[in-house]
C-alpha cells in the first residue's frame, strides 16, 4: 500500500503537471520551520483545476497548491487570496486548514503557489461510500452536516478573522453575473443559445443581498474531508481560492447545483456529483429550510440562486474544456465536459420553467 494513500487519492504527478523537486524542495526547507528529513512528493488525484500536490518531510506533512496549467481567468485561481484567507479563517472557523506560507515567485515551480496544512478525511462525489449506500440515517447526517458546515461559515463576522477588507460587497451579486458571462464569452468553443438566454434571465432579475457575509464560492460535498467513519463530520473544508465577501444565499445556490433529489432529472444525477439523491437525503426545500432556520436569512429567492449556480458551474466546465482542447492540460477526464456545458445549459433552463418565469 502506497504510504502516501488517504483512501487512496495520491498518484504519481501526471503528465505536464510535474514539479521541479530540485528548486521546491530547497525552497520549502528555508521557508518552513518543519521541513526536515527525507523529502517527498506526490499529487492528490482529485479536483479539475487547481493543481495539488503533498510534499513530505519525513513525518510532517504539507500541501502544496498552484494553479491550473496554461491561461487563467482574472480573480480566479488566486493562491494569494487563499494564503490570506487561510492564514488566519481556522482561529474562526476550525473547519478551514490552515495556510503557512505564499510564494508568487514563479520560477519556483512554474506559477505562484502557497503550502497549507494537511488534513484527512474522505472527499464524497457520485455516491456514498459502499458501507454507506444502504444507510439513510448516513445519508441524511451528510446532508446535515453540509447545511450546517455552510450556515456556520456565514455566522462568521468577517472582521473576527481579520478579512473585514476582503472583497467589493457592494454590488457583488449582479458584478457576479457580469463576471461569469465576460468568462463564457471568453472561454466558449460554440456559442450556446441556452446561454444567452440565462444569462439575460439571471440579469433582469438580480436579487437584493440580504448580508454580507464570508463567501466560499464553491462549497459541496467534494470539496469537504469528511470522517470516513461519520458522515455527520466534518474534517475540513477545501478550495478557498474564490472566498470574498458578498451575497451568502450565492453558496447555497452553487451548492444546490450539486443537490441533485432522486426525483431531478436523470442526466443531472450523470452530470453532477454528490449522493443526495440516495434513500434519507434532505430534499433541497427541506435543506434550504434548514439553512434559513441556522442563519435567520429568507429563502424565498433561492430558486435564482439555484439557476445562477448552475450558471456558475457551466462556466467553470467550460473553462476547464477550452485549455483541454488547446492542449494546455492533457487529463483525459475533460475529453466530454462540453457535453456537460450543454446539459447544464439545457438544465439551467428546465429550473426556470418549472419556477414559472420563463
Not at 454507506?132 to 440515517?137: A, H, I
Not at 463576522?157 to 457580469?178: F, H, K, M
Amino acid at each position: 500500500m502506497d504510504e502516501f494513500a488517504d483512501i487512496g487519492e495520491l498518484i504519481d504527478p501526471r503528465p505536464g503537471e510535474e514539479v521541479d523537486t530540485t528548486r521546491l524542495e530547497p525552497y520549502l526547507r528555508a521557508n518552513l520551520s518543519d521541513a526536515a528529513g527525507p523529502f517527498a512528493l506526490r499529487q492528490f488525484s482529485s479536483g479539475h483545476a487547481n493543481l495539488t500536490y503533498l510534499a513530505r518531510f519525513g513525518d510532517r506533512e504539507y500541501v502544496v497548491r498552484r494553479p491550473p496549467l496554461g491561461p487563467v481567468a482574472p480573480s480566479s485561481h488566486d493562491m494569494k487570496r487563499e494564503h490570506q484567507v487561510l492564514a488566519s479563517l481556522t482561529d474562526v472557523y476550525p473547519l478551514a486548514p490552515r495556510s503557512y506560507h505564499y510564494c508568487g515567485d514563479a520560477s519556483i515551480i512554474g506559477a505562484e503557489f502557497h503550502v497549507m496544512e494537511r488534513r484527512h478525511g474522505i472527499s464524497i462525489r457520485g455516491d456514498l461510500p459502499e458501507r454507506f449506500r444502504n444507510s439513510p440515517e448516513a445519508a441524511r447526517r451528510l446532508c446535515e452536516m453540509m447545511v450546517d458546515a455552510l450556515a456556520a461559515l456565514h455566522r462568521v463576522n468577517p472582521e473576527d478573522a481579520g478579512l473585514g477588507s476582503l472583497g467589493r460587497p457592494e454590488g457583488y451579486t449582479a458584478r457576479q453575473i457580469e463576471g461569469w458571462a465576460k468568462r463564457w464569452h471568453a472561454a466558449k468553443d460554440v456559442d450556446l443559445p441556452r446561454v444567452d438566454s440565462l444569462i439575460a434571465w439571471l440579469s433582469a432579475r438580480v436579487p437584493k443581498p440580504q448580508a454580507v457575509t464570508l463567501v466560499h464560492n464553491d462549497f459541496k460535498s467534494d470539496n469537504m474531508l469528511i470522517d470516513p467513519n461519520d458522515l455527520g463530520r466534518a474534517n475540513a473544508v477545501l478550495d478557498w481560492d474564490m472566498c470574498t465577501r458578498g451575497d451568502p444565499l450565492t453558496d447555497l445556490g452553487g451548492l444546490f447545483n450539486y443537490w441533485v433529489q432522486a426525483d431531478d432529472d436523470a442526466e443531472w444525477k450523470i452530470s453532477l456529483a454528490m449522493p443526495t439523491w440516495r434513500a434519507g437525503s434532505l430534499t433541497r426545500a427541506e435543506a434550504a429550510e434548514r439553512y434559513g432556520r441556522a442563519t435567520g436569512f429568507a429563502i424565498d429567492d433561492v430558486a435564482w440562486y439555484h439557476v445562477f449556480g448552475t450558471f456558475k458551474f457551466l462556466v467553470i466546465i467550460q473553462q476547464i474544456y477550452i485549455r483541454y482542447l488547446r492542449g494546455q492540460t492533457k487529463d483525459p477526464r475533460f475529453a466530454k465536459f462540453g457535453e456537460r456545458v450543454a446539459a447544464m445549459a439545457e438544465k439551467g433552463h428546465e429550473l426556470i420553467l418549472r419556477r414559472g418565469a420563463a
